[in-house]
């Protein structure tokens, strides 16, 4: 007789998290009881935006003197987090607090270490090489994808390089996520997508990564675990909103409602990732990423509904599932998995994520460049449930080129 699988869950979380309408609000007390200096990371676009500057004259009112640097690039090159830090040091800040999307708030992380710890980006390239606690941090989102608020990993671009680098360490959770779904609503419907996009593909990355046995050293020899009963708990959470409202809140950005939805989304997508993992859409994002130049919410989207067509071999019942969760109709563990993964494509499709790696903007001599360097990413290849070679790659690649799911059904 098989002896049943022992429950195993673990969650690596922030010290508080706040969510809701207006919890913006709760800042500048929040700010102050963490430190007196902040520096205040974020981008032009939001800086420009009236709430900013009320967000500014809260820290204020709370005794909390700032500094802004609203540098940040998307892809995060390391240039910019150099420049922060360089214009940072004679501040002496004590506390740093992130406002805007998955760019913002790793480049918070990034400079919370360095400020801390001091060196370069690239001596904390990998799993635990941060050898402390950092700066606090704040990360306050006001995109509903990333879920960066609730996870320990920052992703950099080493331009130097010529590729995207995580930093992973249960160091970079920030101390407080404030997630406020009014913050949101001034994301057009582009952006709506994407991020959404986003938090649903690491919420399946999550649910199906591979689990491992739970051995007692598993969380201080990994950063990352794997499927778990408690990320699993999150990752369903986040699946059942996004199904529920992200074609919403793409259609009307004043649903708030919707906006609500997704958010919420995005937050547990992160708790679940954030200590299972994510996989092969993850991997090979990366290099289309160097190569394309395009979002990573929409890069990652557009590949998972082919990651999830080769992976279904592992993780059939998963699949089935998360079919039933969404209310799909009854039938086979087959049926069902297979109805859930076309279901996921067409609500991609439903938001104009693009249906093929073609359409995102890879060019055809550049599938090969893919599939060999997406198995750089060593924690993401080992997350995946079923096993990754470069042969694997190579199918899943040209398959998604060519924005054939079809040829991965028999493989």
């Not at 402390?132 to 130097?160: K, N």
């Not at 990564?209 to 990994?222: F, K, V, Y």
């Not at 859409?281 to 990573?296: E, K, M, R, V, W």
Request: proline residues 6%; negative net charge; glycine residues 8%.
């Amino acid at each position: 007789m098989t002896q049943p699988l022992s429950l195993f869950g673990a969650a690596r979380l922030p010290r508080t998290i706040l969510f809701g309408r207006g919890q913006r609000g709760a800042l500048g007390s929040t700010s102050a009881r963490l430190g007196r200096r902040a520096l205040v990371v974020t981008d032009a676009r939001q800086a420009a935006q009236p709430v900013f500057a009320e967000i500014l004259a809260d820290l204020a009112a709370h005794g909390v003197t700032t500094q802004v640097f609203d540098g940040v690039i998307p892809d995060l090159p390391v240039e910019s987090i150099e420049t922060c830090i360089d214009a940072a040091r004679d501040f002496a800040p004590d506390l740093v607090i992130a406002i805007g999307g998955g760019s913002a708030m790793d480049h918070a992380k990034i400079v919370a270490v360095l400020l801390a710890h001091g060196g370069k980006v690239s001596d904390y390239y990998g799993e635990f090489a941060v050898p402390g606690p950092v700066l606090p941090l704040i990360a306050v989102p006001t995109t509903a994808g990333t879920g960066s608020e609730a996870t320990p990993v920052a992703v950099v671009a080493d331009t130097g390089r010529g590729t995207k680098v995580g930093v992973a360490s249960p160091y970079l959770i920030p101390e407080v996520a404030i997630c406020d779904p009014d913050l949101t609503v001034s994301c057009p419907p582009s952006l709506t997508a994407i991020s959404g996009a986003d938090a649903l593909t690491h919420a399946i990355e999550s649910f199906t990564t591979a689990p491992r046995t739970g051995d007692a050293m598993l969380t201080e020899q990994h950063v990352f675990v794997g499927k778990n009963a408690l990320s699993d708990h999150f990752a369903k959470l986040a699946i059942a909103n996004l199904f529920k409202f992200l074609e919403r809140a793409w259609r009307d950005g004043n649903d708030i409602e919707a906006r609500e939805g997704v958010m919420l989304a995005s937050l547990t997508a992160g708790c679940a990732f954030g200590t299972a993992g994510t996989a092969a859409a993850h991997a090979l994002q990366y290099p289309i990423g160097n190569l394309t130049h395009t979002a990573h919410g929409a890069g990652v989207a557009a590949l998972m509904p082919f990651v999830m067509q080769y992976n279904r071999p592992a993780c059939a019942e998963a699949f089935a599932e998360l079919a039933t969760l969404v209310g799909l109709p009854d039938g086979s563990v087959e049926q069902r998995s297979q109805a859930f993964i076309e279901a996921v494509a067409a609500l991609l499709a439903s938001i104009g994520i693009p249906r093929s790696l073609a359409e995102l903007g890879l060019r055809e001599d550049q599938q090969e460049f893919v599939a060999e360097h997406s198995l750089d990413a060593a924690r993401l290849i080992k997350n995946n449930p079923r096993p990754l070679d470069l042969t694997a790659m190579r199918t899943i690649t040209q398959a998604a080129y060519a924005g054939e799911r079809h040829r991965l059904v028999a493989i």
